[in-house]
């Protein structure tokens, strides 16, 4: 057996500088030198060390030429795998572990879930779930939390509620984990609701917490609930937190005040790319599309680099403001900085043409992207084609459309309403019944009004009787006003 030795004597290299750590290689070399290679910690200890480092050849060469594993040993490579983006090999070496003589322990099944979340792989999950209940693993704390947050990422809400639930003992991580898998699954209100019971039983939120929920109420457009978080924040003085304050200006520009977003942005002394982004998608939200550009591109200038999000922001306020040509320049930036474009680029471009009138233009974009284009590109392609009556690409992108987006009432109704505009009824009515074929029916306009901590949904034409009615009214009535609901921080 050979070991992975430096390819040059360690004994020869030149010494390292006193002010700087000396190679890796040169560390290795003298590991084997001294024959402390083939000991197991020693071993476990440079695979860690190369898996920090990043050079994951080296660390998989160490493993390899270990001649005694423990299970430490596995999970460190599975580990480095997952945090590596290596994600199919740290599942598939998960199962060698599971098919060899050692057990698996918390840390493998700990190590190994990310990737599965990041595959979108909840089969996979599962099946370490079992493995989990039948080694009696399902009950520690740390692993609960990791199957908490895999069947949240994907976007199996209900799975996340049950393993929430099945938890015998929480921690804070348990209840930010369940939170946050609800409101990635766009369950705004129930994880608002879980914000409240964890605070109803004393446990103690964190930095993460509030900015989840401060996520939830932007997204809910729950100004008032979003201020009593904000004011909670404060008394703690989470406020001052990078990730919280980012969650406080997406909430204040999706809630139209752009002013207190600004303010906010204005203060933090530390701003990251997420900061900017959150800024240009506010201004963007609010059609300040002018102010939207001009602050991407002092972005620039303030020394940070773009990143995906920010030419998305860009992007769609380039194509609402009509700026082709700079929204053309702003894409060929992008592609120069080495940014991979993604569906929602693409989506962006093609409404930026399609509004524009360049039909044609945003049809060959489509056709000539490097994947097959999702439900975002032909929905920006068919508003387009609604815009500027293009009845015949209209077919075309609602056909993509029916089959990526079957339940979506909103692209048959387009089509129909096409087809009804121009006096093609036996067309319109066949849309019509399609979308009756497949029972996808349309969802009733709706207006909500806050009532305390909750929001009351009225659907059209729906009438309300007695108290309830008297306390919407009132409500309107007596603008905003804080509630306790939030206020009532657990004490040490």
Known sequence: MTCCAPASDPTIAPSPSPSQPPPPRLIHGSVIKVGFFYDVFVGNTLLTFYGTLGDLLAAKQVFDEMLHRDVVSWNSLISVFSSNGLYSDAVRLLLELKRSDLSVNSVSLISALPACAALQDEDFGKEIHGLAIKAGLDMVVTVGNAFIDMY??????????????????????SWNSVIGSLGHAGLYEDALEKFKEMLAIKVKPNSITISSALSACGNLSALKQGKEIHCLSMRKLFDTHLFVANSLIDLYTKCGRIALGKKIFDRISNKDVASWNAMILGYGMQGELEAAINLFDLMKDEGLEYDHVSYIAVLSACSHAGLVERGKRYFDQMLAQNIRPTQMHYACMVDLLGRAGLMTEAAELVRSMPFEADSNVWGALLGACRIHGNIELAQLAAEHLFKLKPGHCGYYILLSNMYAEVGRWNEADKVRALMKSRKVKKNPGCSWV???????????????QGSELELCYDELVKGERMSSAYLSWPQT
């Open 152 to 173: 949240g990422k994907c976007g199996d809400s209900d799975a996340s509620m049950r393993a929430f639930q099945s938890m015998q003992e929480k921690n804070d991580v």
């Open 450 to 464: 806050q009532i305390g901590n909750k929001l009351r949904a009225f659907l059209v034409g729906e009438g309300s």
